[in-house]
């Protein structure tokens, strides 16, 4: 199994910037590919970003402002989040998939982290 712990979230005002990490222990050699997800109050939980075999795909909400990437050790993610709008407001969290994966067909394997916190607002 795969654990899974984000850091990185805060309170920013619109147009900011903030940068997640993610870092996950346990049966990390398994690991094909990243993402990042967000839950905001009262919606589902939402996939905007995936890493796999160096390919990086983003939701349609997100593409253009958010980045990710993976980090050296490769059992580490990051998000780098620009341009950020109050509508970004959510718990973020990562996950890791067993094969190469796009957006579209991307099955989180690991356990869920506690997610971190983040929020837009003037």
């Known amino acids: 199994q795969v654990q899974l712990a984000e850091s990185g979230g805060g309170l920013v005002q619109p147009g900011g910037s903030l940068r997640l990490s993610c870092t996950a222990s346990?049966?990390?050699?398994?690991?094909?590919?990243m993402a990042w997800y967000r839950q905001a109050p009262g919606k589902e939980r939402e996939l905007v970003a995936i890493?796999?075999?160096?390919?990086?795909d983003y939701a349609d909400s997100v593409k253009g402002r958010f980045t990710i990437s993976r980090g050296n050790p490769k059992n580490t993610m990051y998000l780098q989040m620009n341009s950020l709008k109050p509508e970004d407001t959510a718990v973020y969290y990562c996950?890791?998939?067993?094969?190469?994966?796009?957006?579209?067909?991307?099955?989180?394997?690991?356990?869920w982290g506690q997610g971190t916190q983040v929020t837009v607002s003037s």
């Open positions: 346990g049966s990390i050699f398994r690991i094909n590919a």
């Open positions: 890493i796999s075999s160096g390919s990086t």
């Open positions: 996950n890791v998939g067993l094969i190469e994966s796009s957006i579209t067909n991307f099955v989180p394997f690991g356990s």
